[in-house]
């Protein structure tokens, strides 16, 4: 089982990256995916989580009207596009897979698998 997240890098403020998030080893379709991301000192923050049953969307507060996750369940695949990125938006990101009911999307603790992280800077 494990997820693998890509597309970190480098982007001037206003900026646009696209982060994947593949699975291998299980059934991505029965799994919400959710991206996490931290930054240097700061706590694990929730950003956005996709359902496993109908495909619903969520966002925090912070990236809502900027980033937008979507997943292709035959390719195994959620994608987190970002788009106006901001200083404050560097931290790693991570996605992770698990079966939180909706109140609790924002509980990394009930997410069962996690991919390694990928790094998102933007520069000022």
């Known amino acids: 089982v494990q997820l693998q997240a890509s597309g970190g890098g480098l982007v001037q403020a206003g900026g646009s990256l696209q982060l994947s998030c593949a699975a291998s080893g299980f059934s991505l379709s029965h799994y919400a995916i959710g991206w996490f991301r931290q930054a240097p000192g700061k706590e694990r923050e929730w950003v956005s989580c996709?359902?496993?049953?109908?495909?619903?969307?969520y966002y925090s507060r912070s990236v809502k009207g900027r980033f937008t996750i979507s997943r292709d369940n035959a390719k195994k695949t959620v994608t987190l596009q970002m788009i106006g990125l901001r200083p404050e938006d560097t931290a790693i990101y991570y996605c992770?897979?698990?079966?939180?009911?909706?109140?609790?999307?924002?509980?990394?603790?009930?997410?069962?698998?996690w991919g390694q992280g990928t790094q998102v800077t933007v520069s000022s």
């Open positions: 992770a897979a698990g079966r939180p009911i909706t109140s609790a999307i924002m509980r990394g603790e009930l997410y069962a698998y």
């Open positions: 996709i359902s496993d049953t109908d495909g619903t969307t």
